[in-house]
C-alpha cells in the first residue's frame, strides 16, 4: 500500500476506476490505525492521541482497490468553524464519490454516539455497503468482546454478523 495524495476540496477528489473503501468515524476512534493494520506497516497514514488530526481526506493505493481515511466527526480539540468545514468536505464526498463500500468504525467500549447513528443512517438512507469496524476490541476482556458486538448490532441494527471487532 503507498499513500497518493490528500484532499481539502471536492474539486480535488480522486478520480479513479479502482474500488473505494471509505473509512468513516468518530474523531480518534482508530481509522488511520485501522489502515496502518490493513496494509501492515505502522506509519502508512498518521496516528495521533489527539482528536481530529485528520483533517483532509487521505487516499491510499492498495493496488486492487483505493482506500479513502476520512476526517472523524466529532469531539475533536479544533475550532467550530474547522468542524463545519469537515463535515461539509465530508458531505460532499459521500455526494461526489460513490464508495464502493464504506468501513464505519465505532469504539466497542462504548455506546454508539449520536454521529455514529447519523452515519449508520444516512448509509443505510443512501444504500451504501458498509461494515461496522468495532475498534478497540483489545481494551476488553475476550469474554466481553462478542456480547458488546451484538449490543452494538442492536442499537445500530445491523447484522452482527456485520460488525468486525479488531484492534490495530
Known amino acids: 500500500a503507498v499513500f497518493v495524495t490528500s484532499v481539502a476540496s471536492a474539486d480535488k477528489f480522486l478520480k479513479t476506476d479502482k474500488p473505494i473503501i471509505a473509512v468513516a468515524g468518530k474523531s480518534n476512534v482508530g481509522k ?25 481526506i487521505n487516499y491510499f493505493d492498495f493496488g486492487e482497490f483505493i482506500v479513502a ?17 469537515w463535515a461539509t468536505l465530508m458531505e460532499n464526498y459521500f455526494a461526489m464519490t460513490k464508495p464502493f463500500h464504506v468501513f464505519s468504525l465505532v469504539d466497542i467500549r462504548h455506546d ?4 455514529d447513528y447519523q452515519m449508520v443512517n444516512y448509509l443505510y438512507h443512501y444504500a451504501v455497503p458498509f461494515t461496522l469496524v468495532a475498534t478497540k476490541s483489545d481494551k476488553l476482556g475476550k469474554s466481553k468482546v462478542k456480547p458488546q458486538a451484538k449490543y452494538l448490532s442492536e442499537k445500530l441494527k ?3 454478523a456485520n460488525i468486525i471487532p479488531v484492534s490495530s
Do not use: H
Not at 34 to 43: E, V
Not at 76 to 84: G, H, L, Q, R, Y
Not at 112 to 115: E, F, G, R, V
Open 32 to 56: 488511520s490505525s485501522l489502515i496502518n493494520m490493513l496494509a501492515n506497516r505502522k506509519k502508512l497514514a498518521k496516528t495521533s492521541v489527539t482528536p481530529g488530526r485528520t483533517r483532509l
Open 69 to 85: 481515511d476520512l476526517p472523524g466527526y466529532g469531539f475533536a480539540k479544533v475550532s467550530k468553524a474547522e468542524k463545519d468545514k
Open 112 to 115: 454508539p454516539t449520536a454521529d
Open 158 to 160: 445491523v447484522g452482527v
